[in-house]
């Protein structure tokens, strides 16, 4: 009983004439078929003369070969005449070798693909990542950032809309007294008006002086608590009213 041994050194006949082509330079878009099919057969005869199996697919290439090196060798009409005109004409002849090249193109493709994937994987085994892990213990509550249901876009619009409530209802000739109102005091107004309220105000309702220093200041001190996660702001649906809630336990919001 004779001992058979698979040799998995090419991926399959293709894998084989690529491996001829590269090994003595043939140009793949002008093959010679002689000598492409002598040098696949010596590796065929090799093969079984080792006692090694071959693959059915081996030997359909070597058959595709010989039947192309066959229609190479066949005289090449390049004119034919039309009987029925009784003209004469160029007729196109197809390459017989077309087939096998655009197989092979498309082949050495995926092969370089494969190749480049390959080179991915060795490189990706060299990290090591460690599972996730619960870094809640680490996180410092005073760092993290407020989390708003409105951005500072939606407060400079509310913003807006109030300065344009309050020049409607101000009359058209008026003497503006100048008042210093520091923000410090302002934002502990703002926060003991939102405790008797049940901590929670409209926007538009913390600004109940009309001068305009009193607006400006109101509207920095109420960034300056939410800044600071004193207070948040949510607004439902856009372009209706915001509204600020007191947060529960504050941050301190001063120096």
């Excluded at 698979?6 to 894998?15: I, N, Q, S």
Aim: hydrophobic share 40%.
């Amino acid at each position: 009983m004779e001992y058979s041994v698979k040799l998995d050194a090419f991926e399959g006949p293709l894998d084989l004439l690529l491996h001829l082509i590269n090994r003595y330079e043939i140009d793949i878009y002008d093959i010679p078929m002689a000598q492409l099919t002598e040098q696949y057969l010596r590796y065929i005869h090799t093969m079984q003369e080792l006692k090694l199996d071959v693959a059915s697919e081996y030997l359909v290439m070597a058959a595709t070969l010989l039947a192309i090196k066959s229609k190479m060798l066949l005289p090449k009409n390049e004119e034919s005449i039309d009987l029925d005109l009784g003209i004469e004409g160029d007729e196109f002849i197809e390459d017989p070798r077309e087939e096998l090249m655009r197989r092979l193109l498309e082949y050495r493709k995926f092969k370089e693909a494969a190749s480049q994937l390959k080179e991915y994987e060795l490189d990706r085994s060299q990290l090591y990542t460690r599972p996730p892990g619960n870094l809640a213990a680490f996180i410092d509550d005073r760092n993290e950032k407020p989390v708003l249901d409105v951005s500072i876009y939606d407060m400079l619009s509310a913003f807006q809309q109030l300065l344009k409530r309050k020049r409607l209802r101000e009359p058209k000739f008026t003497k503006v007294q100048r008042q210093e109102i520091p923000i410090q005091q302002r934002m502990e107004e703002i926060l003991s008006d939102l405790e008797k309220n049940g901590g929670k105000r409209s926007f538009y309702s913390l600004f109940p002086i009309y001068e305009r220093g009193h607006v400006v200041v109101t509207f920095l001190a109420i960034l300056e608590l939410m800044k600071n996660r004193a207070v948040h702001c949510e607004q439902k649906n856009n372009f209706e009213d915001i509204y600020i809630y007191s947060m529960k336990g504050r941050v301190a919001y001063g120096p």
